[in-house]
Nanobody, 121 residues
């Protein structure tokens, strides 16, 4: 079984910073991408940022210049450094990994349980 365990959420004032971490564990052959999504109350889940195993990154326009995603391939871990947080960043943040369980198997998506980020004004 594959598990994604997130940490680092919490309550912060506007303008503050938080760092999220997500570690993937289990019987994993290869991780293709890891990323962060978020879902605010009454809204659809949206991509925040993701990173490939080669280090290429992609960000939502709303977080460019404020958030930085990074990864540690040896630890199967992804980080999200969030600076200059705004109240509109308030959401449950979910870690995602697109990975292979075995050689020649198809890519499969796994999700973490989510971590709450609340930004007060």
């Amino acid at each position: 079984q594959v598990q994604l365990v997130e940490s680092g959420g919490g309550l912060v004032q506007a303008g503050g910073s938080l760092r999220l971490s997500c570690a993937a564990s289990g019987s994993i052959f290869r991780i293709n991408t890891m990323g962060w999504y978020r879902q605010a109350p009454g809204k659809q889940r949206e991509l925040v940022a993701h990173i490939t195993s080669g280090g290429s990154t992609n960000y939502a326009d709303s977080v460019k210049g404020r958030f930085t995603i990074s990864g540690d391939n040896a630890k199967n871990t992804v980080y999200l450094q969030m600076n200059s947080l705004k109240p509109e960043d308030t959401a449950v943040y979910y870690c995602n990994a697109e990975l292979q369980l075995r050689l020649w198997s198809r890519l499969v998506d796994y999700w973490g349980q989510g971590t709450q980020v609340t930004v007060s004004s």
